[in-house]
């Protein structure tokens, strides 16, 4: 079966510092991946996705950026943080069917990391 | 674009009591419409999905969605709610992307509280 990993789980860091989480996924080739931000008492907002290798799509203009330098392994970093980078990233992945062109397949989501800028 | 409303930020329920959380979305196609839960602290986890056909889905731990296509909404429901069914619970709307593969775009959820 397939399984996701996260981490770390928690992460203090200080404003200007750098940034480097990091989400494997196992069981499966070739999955989407994807990195979403939770902001407290705020939806998921989708930052990045990605279908392939160096294949990287962002969602929203900010100071963070996304690689993925192997097929099951997705990276989530900042050069400098700011205080407003505090929150819950979750990765997910997901795996379009065969057959299915332009379905949206179901995404299944890591335990998440719990971000806190100072 | 699409989008995702949860119109109740908390509900309270009593044990053993039913459960109807709200969800509408706004989308002009048809639409791939999913609910997760989420325990404090720890990712999300799927409920139920709907993609197509029967339009009243079961999920996990006895909930069931309708997807109402004239309303745009897709209510997830269940009879009889347990103390640990108290989580976030977020409605999630994904389009059909021709071939991509789009994140989804989510509700900002609803909290559910469990009265003993």
């Known amino acids: 079966s397939q399984t996701i990993h996260q981490w770390p789980a928690t992460l203090v860091q200080p404003v200007g510092s750098p940034l480097s989480l990091e989400c494997t996924v196992e069981?499966?080739?070739?999955?989407?991946l994807y990195w979403y931000r939770q902001a407290a008492g705020r939806g998921l907002q989708l930052l990045f996705y990605?279908?392939?290798?160096?294949?990287i799509s962002s969602e929203v203009p900010q100071n963070l950026s996304a690689s993925r330098p192997q097929d099951r392994q997705f990276i989530l970093s900042s050069k400098k943080l700011l205080l407003s980078d505090s929150g819950f990233y979750l990765c997910?992945?997901?795996?379009?069917?065969?057959?299915?062109?332009?379905?949206?397949?179901?995404?299944?989501f890591g335990p998440g990391t719990r971000l806190t800028v100072l | 674009a699409q989008s995702v409303t949860q119109p109740d930020i908390h509900i309270t329920v009593s044990e053993g009591a039913s459960l109807e959380l709200r969800c509408n979305y706004s989308?002009?196609?048809?639409?791939?419409l999913f609910w997760y839960v989420q325990s404090p602290g720890q990712g999300l986890q799927l409920l139920l999905k709907?993609?197509?056909?029967?339009?009243l889905v079961q999920g996990i731990k006895g909930f069931e969605a309708e997807f109402k296509r004239s309303q745009s909404s897709f209510n997830l429901r269940k009879p009889s709610v347990h103390w640990s069914d108290a989580a976030e619970y977020f409605c999630?709307?994904?389009?059909?992307?021709?071939?991509?593969?789009?994140?989804?775009?989510f509700g900002k959820g609803t909290h559910l509280i469990i009265q003993p």
């Open positions: 999630a709307v994904g389009a059909d992307s021709g071939g991509g593969a789009d994140g989804l775009t």
């Open positions: 989308y002009g196609a048809t639409p791939y």
């Open positions: 990605s279908v392939g290798i160096g294949q």
């Open positions: 709907y993609f197509s056909g029967d339009t």
């Open positions: 069981g499966t080739s070739n999955p989407n």
């Open positions: 997910a992945w997901s795996l379009l069917q065969p057959g299915t062109l332009g379905a949206t397949d179901t995404q299944y």
